[in-house]
């Protein structure tokens, strides 16, 4: 995800030197023990580390201190503050050239697991920011809104799926504070998006991994004020919340069991599961009986219905034969083609029309895909070009793409129990230029699917904040995926 952990008005006055305010470089909210390394550089000199303070809930840490901090969170949309020791304080108005180096464990990322008790390894999130800052002390204006959209077309009993959308789809407009959590559903209702809701626990509950009281009283009545359904909750495992070893097998068990009740407690009927490891399903489901809850697996680009991995999970669900057990499906896995969306971003890191080219002639090959990637990153290095300045574009443009065939979806159909329907941009015509949604809603018609699609604009990953307004491109694809659905169900 773009948009780094400072902006233009990121700069601060601070009597102990100067402050930054930062902004989690990420779509959802991460324990303080996720952060692994900040260094900072002011106007070409590098501030020593023991020169800088990391301060959240009034309480300032070392940076050093911040991989111990696995009981602190940092909420997605909150801004703690970077202070740097300077012998003569910024002032208001001041300039300065600032590059701010981080990098983040994802904890719920996991590629290897700890051996003999130790931690195991994460996916990383490395973000490099070089600005010329002005010292203010007020955020930006967030930017007026759009709000001459047409009216929604009603549903009607004839459509076979209802529609919704995920919340993630805004992620990168909550984070940067132009929504708290109920104008963000009151701009959904606004824009006739619906009526399905889906959350990503991690990203909208400030005291997650808890559900408080009154975040059930601020959801239950924008639900009543707007007429939403709950449809998906989004649960993560933080397997490697602490730095030192991973999650037990009982720690698991606790977290999953603790996301489970918050998602009772807010009237979900589904939860999007992490993990599909036989043993601890097999603990979870009677918790899943009791709670009347359906556990959905999510099969995400770049792999499909059909991959081993996925096999394996599937195998999993035979074994254990139960009706709550089953499949979210992500229209990422089935794409014809790159988004112009990443397009628009790779050239902006600097890519040139041949090197574009190269790309999306290489993801269109069926090799796996880290040979696709590395193909990518030999082919740059051959014409001198550093991967590096593509920064996560280089891996993301093959992890978030997969061009499985549509049709695949109906080998596991009747296990379907929720769909992402992802999707980056809608051109002048309506259509989804890399996903082909007539041919996906003939698929689902056909094979009996009669549940949630639920939007899911990823575009964030790609775009900077302010390209695009996502929600009024949700709508868009609501208005596509209506025609679509009610042209498949015409009769012959």
């Known amino acids: 995800m773009p948009n780094g952990l400072i902006h233009a008005d990121s700069l601060r006055p601070h009597p102990d030197g100067l402050a930054l305010s930062l902004t989690l470089p990420w779509y959802r909210s991460l324990w303080l023990s996720s952060v692994s390394a900040l260094a900072l550089t002011v106007d070409g000199e590098e501030v020593a580390p023991e020169d800088l303070r990391f301060e959240l809930h009034g309480r300032s840490y070392a940076i050093d201190e911040l991989s111990d901090q696995s009981e602190t969170l940092w909420f997605l949309q909150e801004h703690p503050l970077l202070i740097a020791r300077r012998d003569v304080p910024v002032e208001r108005g001041e300039s300065h050239d600032v590059m701010l180096v981080g990098q983040l464990r994802l904890p719920y990322m996991q590629i290897v697991p700890g051996a003999d008790g130790g931690p195991g390894m994460y996916v990383p999130n490395f973000v490099r920011d070089v600005h010329t800052l ?18 929604a077309p009603p549903a009607t009993d004839a459509d076979p799926f209802q529609l919704g959308l995920t919340l993630y789809s805004a992620s990168a407009e909550f984070r940067a504070g132009w929504y708290d959590f109920d104008s963000l559903l009151d701009r ?106 359906k556990l959905a ?26 009706p709550l057990l089953g499949f979210v499906a992500d229209f990422s896995s089935t794409m014809h083609a790159m988004s112009p969306t990443l397009l628009r971003a790779v050239r902006r890191a600097g890519l040139d029309d041949e090197s574009v080219a190269k790309l999306q002639e290489i993801w269109a090959t069926d090799a796996t895909m880290r040979e696709r990637q590395d193909e990518f990153i030999g082919y740059l290095h051959g014409r001198d070009f550093d991967p590096g300045r593509l920064g996560s574009f280089a891996h993301l443009a093959f992890n978030m793409h997969g061009h499985v065939a549509p049709q695949e979806w109906a080998d596991i159909m009747p296990q379907i129990l929720h769909v992402h329907a992802k999707f980056y941009d809608i051109d002048e015509a309506g259509q989804e230029p890399a996903i082909d949604y007539p041919e996906l809603v003939r698929v689902f018609v056909e094979g009996g699917y009669r549940g949630y699609w639920s939007s899911e604009w990823e575009g964030h990953a790609f775009a900077e904040l302010g390209e695009v307004d996502p929600l009024v491109l949700v709508r868009r694809q609501h208005d596509l995926i209506r025609a679509s659905m009610r042209t498949a169900v015409q009769p012959a």
């Open 297 to 322: 697996y999510e099969i995400h680009a770049p792999v499909g219905p059909n991959a081993e991995s996925v096999l394996k999970v599937r195998q999993t669900f035979a074994e254990l034969d139960s």
């Open 134 to 151: 002005t010292v203010t002390d007020s955020p930006a204006p967030i930017p007026a809104l759009v709000s001459d959209v047409p009216p």
């Open 188 to 293: 959904v209702a606004e824009l006739g998006i619906g009526p399905g809701i889906e959350i990503v626990a991690s990203q909208m509950v400030p005291t997650y991994p808890v559900v408080s009281d009154d975040f059930v009283t601020r959801w239950r009545a924008a639900f009543d004020r707007h007429g939403f359904d709950a449809s998906s909750f989004g649960a993560n495992l933080d397997m490697g919340r602490r730095r030192d070893r991973d999650m037990t097998p009982d720690e698991e068990f606790e977290f999953s069991k603790l996301m489970f009740t918050g998602a009772k407690q807010l009237g979900f009927p589904l939860v999007r599961i992490q993990s599909a490891k036989p043993e601890l399903l097999r603990r979870l489901l009677p918790i899943a009986e009791s709670l009347e809850l």
